[in-house]
């Protein structure tokens, strides 16, 4: 991994990448130092009872690195990985980072989060829910300490449930169009509440309720990325500089801006409804578009009182 070649215009498709390519590719050529190496095989003790395999990181790695010579921390989820499902191993990793970070002031002070899971490890539910509450509460006083936490979506996963959940605390979140993120799943909301209301199957469907162009437009990430490493480096990059700290005045801001969005975009039942009110001009376009011509939308809907910013 160290070994591994890369330029800033690095194309590889970040959507297709596992993650310990996108953490290859992500940072500066051989300055990847993993903490717990797979020669250690921290997993979960508790797949076996379930006659499932375990992986020796658990899906979870962890480090620290260089991005344009700033020093950074590092986590990526593995999404091939029971799709990279919280649990109690991944996440006691992730939590003693972020613990780190807050507390170790020789570790550096960026965190960036690669994540690609579908949320709770359901055969450790209990661990795995503990884990995500843990993650959360670590996230935001690393962030309180003066920490920034940017999170990563792009993967096959997505970022539902805890992961979905971890990213909103994240100081930046940065998302593809591959991206898909929020609380409950597509396959969750259809078992629930039946296919009438959610159909998992309608690709359209889901990408538009939870894709990263809708999460972009309507405020829900801070920076949208082409699906290659060099779109997620240079999102990332261009953010490290610009996340906020955690006080009571940039909580009670972000509530006014969220009842402001739910005002706003409350009575929309669809994606094509939602970017309309937005003021888009031609709002089934934004589907078929290319990176820059969404990028140019976003740019021209950008202002103090709209929400993509």
């Known amino acids: 991994m160290s070994n591994t070649k890369h330029s800033a215009a690095d194309a590889t498709s970040w959507f297709l990448s596992t993650a310990r390519e996108r ?3 992500l940072l500066d050529p051989g300055s990847f130092t993993e903490f717990l190496t797979p020669t250690e095989r ?3 003790p508790h797949l076996a009872l379930f006659d499932l395999p375990a992986a020796f990181d658990d899906g979870m790695i962890v480090g620290r ?3 344009e010579t700033r020093n950074v921390l590092v986590a990526a989820q593995e999404g091939q990985f029971m799709g990279g499902t919280f649990a109690e191993v991944s996440g006691a990793k992730l939590v003693g980072l972020l613990r780190a970070a807050r507390d170790d002031a020789r570790l550096p002070r960026i965190v960036l989060l690669l994540l690609d899971s579908g949320g709770v490890r359901l055969q450790e539910a209990n661990a795995g829910e503990l884990a995500v509450a843990e993650v959360m509460r670590a996230i935001v006083e690393a962030r309180s300490s003066g920490v920034t936490v940017i999170a990563l979506i792009g993967g096959r996963a997505g970022a539902f449930g805890g992961a979905g959940l971890t990213a909103a605390t994240c100081s930046r979140i940065v998302i593809s169009e591959q991206g898909r993120t929020g609380v409950s799943g597509p396959e969750v ?3 629930n509440k039946g296919v009438e209301e959610f ?3 309608d690709k359209a469907l889901v990408w538009s309720v939870t894709g990263g162009r809708t999460r972009r437009l ?3 990430a801070d920076a949208y990325a082409e699906d290659t490493v060099a779109g997620f480096r240079d999102a990332v990059l261009a953010l490290i500089s610009h996340a906020p700290s955690v006080d009571l005045a940039m909580l009670r ?3 006014t801006r969220l009842a402001g969005r739910a005002e706003r975009l409350g009575a929309c039942n669809s994606a094509l409804e939602m970017w309309a009110q937005l003021g888009i001009a031609e709002p089934r376009a934004v589907r078929d ?3 820059a011509a969404f990028a140019a939308i976003v740019t021209g809907l950008t202002g103090a009182d709209h929400d993509a910013r």
């Open 218 to 220: 309507i405020g829900g």
């Open 289 to 291: 578009m290319d990176d």
């Open 253 to 255: 801001a972000e509530h």
């Open 65 to 67: 690195g260089r991005l």
């Open 42 to 44: 921290v997993q979960s």
């Open 23 to 25: 953490l290859a590719r």
């Open 189 to 191: 909301i259809e078992t």
């Open 199 to 201: 159909d998992s199957r």
